[in-house]
């Protein structure tokens, strides 16, 4: 990588959009362009989705030990504008060069830790500290929320599929593979029953992969209509409005007449609340998994009677970050389903607008209504 002046083949000068204070508004700051070193990838931002966690960290719920002056956005795909010496191979073997489309791993491992040696990337130490990285320091382009983004050497890359668009894709990055990557960690089988707390986008991704790896028997639980009619068409064979049903218990009833008395091999967790979690834990079937995706938020406690776990063979298997394996096959999953995906691509704001997008997506979350990203694009048109 290399910092320069004069724009290369570029009219302007790359713009991020950094994170000066939490809870203040973005900052807009243009700098240098950069050429990709070996192996490096200069991508232009098609599509950057905003991801709770980026409201987590906007919100100043998690700053802790991440640097003040970061650049949000990891939920995201881009076009190739500039190809670094030897990076013409995606990390599936594809040629790749300028104006390809592709995904690309949000996170580096340090590729020499005890994880690392064993192919375990995503238990790094290192891999959720090199999310946000200092915009400070070159090269800068170390964030969704920009015009350009360095995909530096130790990040995989994916050439999308023809029938994936850089839009749907964005939402492969974190939230559909993390989902894809749950589900490999907990190995969900093909006969087994799943129940998704929460039908935000985890959850209808959930739904729909469960059902394409062949879950027979799929129940979402949620309490807004309109996630709940999403569900259905994701896929859930049946639903439950926590709305209508306010009562845990009845609601762990339910889902044990809808599985005959037997209980969900594996409960996701992705309303984001520790308070569901003793409930999700009621519903599962003896030797049942817990996957634990949502709720991310330090000191949100819960009290759990841990002999609903051992007497009943049960586990609980939190999960971050993916593997390769998990971000290919959620592009593929993305160019292949009749899920309607597109509807989890929600309003997009320009890059200009960038603090009015963070804002409405705060505002959804908040209210508890939101379903798609609010998506960010320096292509996007103002409103
Ligand atoms: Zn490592
Ligand atoms: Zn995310």
Not at 73 to 94: K, L, P
Not at 195 to 219: D, E, F, M
Not at 290 to 304: A, K, N
Not at 352 to 360: F, K
Request: charge should be negative.
């Amino acid at each position: 990588m290399t910092e320069t002046e004069i724009p290369g083949s570029m009219q302007d000068r790359p713009v991020i959009a950094v994170m000066v204070e939490p809870g203040k508004p973005l900052e807009l700051v243009e700098v240098p362009y950069v050429e990709p070193g070996p192996g490096e990838l200069l991508v232009e931002v098609i599509q950057a989705n905003i991801c709770g966690s980026d409201l987590h960290l906007w919100r100043g719920e998690m700053a802790e030990g991440f640097p003040r002056d970061c650049v949000l956005g990891h939920e995201m795909a881009g076009r190739i504008v500039d190809v670094g010496e030897g990076a013409s191979r995606d990390s599936a073997g594809q040629p790749l060069s300028v104006g390809d489309a592709i995904a690309y791993r949000y996170y580096e491992p340090c590729g020499h830790c005890r994880s690392c040696a064993r192919g375990l990337y995503h238990h790094c130490p290192v891999s959720l500290a090199s999310v946000l990285r200092p915009a400070s320091k070159a090269p800068r382009l170390v964030g969704a929320f920009a015009t350009h983004y360095l995909v530096t050497a130790g990040r995989s890359r994916f050439k999308l599929p023809p029938a994936c668009t850089p839009e749907v894709a964005a939402g492969a990055n974190c939230a559909l593979s993390q989902v894809i990557q749950g589900f490999h960690e907990v190995g969900l089988r093909s006969d087994e029953t799943v129940i998704v707390q929460g039908c935000g986008g985890l959850g209808l991704y959930a739904i729909a992969v469960a059902k394409s790896w062949g879950a027979p028997n799929v129940i979402a639980i949620d309490r807004i209509q309109s996630r709940l009619e999403l569900a259905r068409a994701f896929g859930a064979d049946s639903v439950i409005d926590a709305g209508s049903v306010e009562d845990p218990r009845a609601r762990t009833k339910q889902v044990m007449e809808l599985t005959f008395g037997w209980g969900g091999d594996v409960v996701v967790e992705v309303v984001g609340r520790a308070a569901v979690i003793p409930e999700g834990i009621r519903m599962l079937a003896r030797g049942g998994r817990y996957l634990e995706l949502g709720s991310i938020v330090p000191r949100d406690t819960v009290s759990i009677d841990a002999s609903i776990l051992v007497g009943y063979n049960r586990s609980i298997v939190g999960v971050s970050l993916y593997q390769d394996r998990s971000l290919m096959e959620a592009l593929d999953f993305l160019a292949g389903t009749d899920a309607p995906v597109k509807t989890l691509v929600g309003q997009t704001y320009p890059l200009e607008q960038v603090n009015e997008a963070l804002q409405a997506a705060d505002a959804l979350q908040r209210e508890g209504v939101s379903v798609g990203r609010v998506g960010i694009s320096p292509l996007a048109k103002g409103a």
